[in-house]
DNA sequence: GCCAACGTTGGC
DNA sequence: GCCAACGTTGGC
């Protein structure tokens, strides 16, 4: 296969989900969701540095099996996430001024569902994975970078049909 | 349901 | 600024 040389190279990322609270077919039937709830510092960060176009390598955590189940693309870049100011809301955060918001969230758009799972065992496994966050033992982060060269094979994996 | 990992909070 | 306690995430 040829190495594209047009196209600028898109950020890559990787979201968890749990799919009883949002799934891939959920987002695949709203088309766009507002990614909402992210309290930590480090995984807002890296939503902060998520441009439009970016792809996003769909995760269902507490799954069975957990693993990427799709990808999907950042359709707005990170904005105030209105949940940390609505008194009594799970993701409120009192402490948290509406001058100085501390919490951001991104839209992602639906972009495909992988005929299968691509399971954290596979991706543990994996030789040409080696160092993906995901896969790194008591990784809590719900939101990271991968890299394009990672997000390329777990792709991959994923499009190829079950036997 | 258990527990490891690890971020956050608060006492000092 | 250290660190113990606590809460949460998420695999199993």
Redesign the pocket.
């Known amino acids: 296969m040829r190495k594209s040389r047009a196209a600028p190279s898109l950020g890559c990322f990787l979201a968890?989900s749990e799919p009883g609270v949002y799934s891939i077919d959920d987002l695949a039937r709203d088309g766009k969701t507002a990614w909402e709830g992210v309290r930590?510092?480090l995984a807002r960060n890296t939503l902060r540095s998520a441009k439009k176009g970016d792809l996003v390598l769909f995760y269902h955590?507490?799954a069975e099996p957990?693993g990427v189940v799709g990808v999907a693309k950042v359709a707005r870049e990170a904005y105030p996430d209105p949940c940390q100011f609505i008194a009594g809301h799970a993701y409120e955060d009192p402490a948290s001024k509406p001058d100085e918001p501390r919490w951001s969230t991104i839209d992602l758009a639906f972009v495909e569902k992988f005929p299968s799972t691509v399971s954290?065992?596979a991706l543990k496994e994996d030789a040409a994975l080696q160092g993906l966050e995901v896969a790194r033992?008591?990784s809590?982060l719900?939101v990271h970078p991968v890299s394009q060269a990672h997000f390329e094979h777990i792709v991959a994996l994923g499009r190829k049909k079950k036997r």
């Open positions: 968890k930590n510092y955590s507490n957990s954290l065992a033992k008591g809590r719900s």
